[in-house]
Structures are given as C-alpha cells and as structure tokens.
C-alpha cells in the first residue's frame, strides 16, 4: 500500500502550472483522496480478515460436525460387532488367539509398554530437581530418548511380524463378514467412515 506525506504531495501539485489558490485546492484534493484511499484500503483489509476469520470458524464447526458424526458411525459399528460375535462365537476364538500370539511374541522382544511409562515417569520426577547436575541431567535425557528409540523399534517388530499380520487379518476379515450378515447397513457404514476419516485427515 503506497504511503504518502504532505509535502510530496504539495510538491507534486505546485509543479503544474497554476495560480497558487489553484494549486493548493488541488493539494488538498489530492490530500483528500489519499486518505480516503487509504481508509478504503484498511476497510478491505479488515473484511478480509474477518472473512478469513469467518473461514476458519465455519471449517471448524465443520470439523467438529465431521468428528461428531464420525463417533455415532463408530458406535453403530461397535454395537453390530458385538452382535456378531454373540451370533459367531468362533470370532471370539480368533481374537483371543491373536491376543494370546501378540502377548508371547511381545514378552519374546521384551516389548513392555507399561514398565515404559513407569520409566517415563520415575525419569520427569528425576529432571525436575532443580540442584540436579547437568551432567547427570543430559544422561537421563539420552537414557530416556534411548529408551523410546528401543520401545518403537520394538512396536515395529511386532506390527510387522508375518504371524500376526495373518492373524489380525483373518480376524478382520471374518469379523467384517460376520457384521454384514448380521446388519445390511455395515457395508454403507464402513464406507461412509472411511471417507470422513479421509476428510479430517
């Protein structure tokens, strides 16, 4: 937004070739203009911003509106699985037995979550002694980042071994199966969460 003074203006107008009245009428027309210029520009530059505001709180509401919705498909959801598995005991069957693999292959890597934030814990107690040297501090922040680095490696492990995978993925499979014999509407609710979940992303 181009910015202007007084005299540049007075100048501007007294180099044109007329009687002084003349010139100063048209400096002060000029002067005039300038700040009602300038005055229109702010106004635009606030409806903009309150436009931009108006953005932000309606893709809020939006957002909130999506997630809301997102809940409700989720408890449909939740209440036919738990009827499907009332209807297909052998689900539960399958999903013990994943859970049974999951906790050995677990204690097989020592992949132990909750001794973790037990840890964490007893960690952020120790940093926060303010007489504690630095030092001392620096080792239990490397020992803490160390052990975080160790639990994801392990997480990693486990998501990925291939008996689990099978595992999870039979489970998922006969499970979805199960529901929409249970419930016509499973198929349009699977469908319609995923593409909310998308937008959200």
Known sequence: MAKFSLPA????????????TASTTTANS??????????????????????????AKAEALAKKATIHKINAIQ?????IRQQALKQHPELVKQAKALETTY??????IGYNPDAFVAKAEA???????????EEERNKLVKEFAAAKQQLAHQRQVLISDPTLVSLQK????DTIAAMKASDPKTE?????????????R
């Open 9 to 20: 203006l007075l100048v501007g107008a007294l180099s044109v070739s007329l009687p002084a």
């Open 30 to 55: 000029t002067t005039d203009n300038a700040v009602t210029s300038t005055a229109a520009q702010t106004d635009v530059l606030t409806d903009a911003q309150k436009a931009a505001q108006e953005k």
């Open 75 to 79: 408890r449909d959801l939740t209440s």
């Open 103 to 108: 906790k050995q292959k677990a204690e097989e």
């Open 123 to 133: 960690l952020q107690k120790e940093l926060r002694k303010t007489n504690m040297p």
């Open 170 to 173: 039979s489970l998922q499979q």
């Open 188 to 200: 349009a609710l699977l469908t319609e969460l995923q593409q909310l979940i998308d937008s959200v």
